[in-house]
């Protein structure tokens, strides 16, 4: 009987998950062919990403904020989020996250932090109104830890980021890497060309002023091609 009770349950379990998995899946595969940025860069924008977490694993640890900042592809600024969003579970957080973004829950609730679906609603609220009919590429630092971490938050309220960002992600250090330049932490750009860092005070160290920095190395790596090309001798 105990068996028997198990498989029932189990079966109600896949059932109900599934409907909300086949959703996700069919909204990801209902886009069509869509130009690249090279045959149409005035279709394109770049949504700069990233988050503070509870700590560093996707799925058991959670988001306590995001930041993102839209520009061109150029870097000209468009628009900016910044939410603060309360866990889940709260007791999951990490020293090692605590010491970087300095997450209380009361002080979050104090904050107006969202609860998670409010959150994705707001996300995507504000997708629509700075990206318009424009596709948009994710961009982030540490592209697999912000996307792993998005992913989960939005797979939370049944959504799927991929209704607003296409498939592909950027991130800054391949970038940097592409042009020659090694460091994974930016310093010899930023030293460079005088990009101002952000915050290492944890309770201003926030997912906007990690986004907003992105966004001036980006620029800055963008001005270092530029210098490159710039020094080639003409034929």
Request: proline residues 6%; glycine residues 6%.
């Amino acid at each position: 009987m105990v068996r028997i009770l198990t498989s029932f349950v189990w079966l109600l379990i896949c059932f109900s998950c599934a409907p909300k998995e086949e959703s996700i899946v069919q909204q990801m595969e209902a886009k069509g062919p869509i130009p690249h940025p090279t045959e149409a860069p005035d279709q394109w924008l770049l949504a700069h990403i990233d988050v503070e977490t509870t700590g560093l694993l996707p799925g058991y640890h959670e988001m306590i904020d995001i930041g993102i900042v839209m520009t061109t592809l150029e870097g000209t600024f468009i628009d900016s989020l910044f939410l603060r969003i309360q866990p889940a579970h709260p007791e999951r957080l990490s020293p090692g996250a605590r010491a970087v973004n300095a997450f209380d829950a009361h002080k979050w609730a104090q904050l107006g932090a969202l609860n998670r679906s409010a959150a994705v609603d707001s996300i995507i609220s504000f997708h629509k109104r700075a990206a318009g009919d424009n596709h948009v590429l994710m961009v982030a630092y540490n592209s697999h830890f912000d996307s792993a971490f998005l992913d989960h938050l939005f797979r939370s309220a049944n959504k799927t980021w991929r209704e607003m960002y296409y498939y592909f992600i950027l991130d800054i250090p391949s970038m940097a890497w592409g042009l020659g330049l090694k460091d994974l932490n930016s310093a010899w750009i930023m030293d460079r060309y005088q990009v101002k860092d952000e915050p290492h005070i944890a309770d201003q160290h926030t997912g906007i002023t990690g986004a907003m920095v992105n966004v001036r190395i980006y620029k800055a790596l963008l001005q270092y091609r530029q210098d490159l090309l710039a020094a080639v001798p003409v034929p």
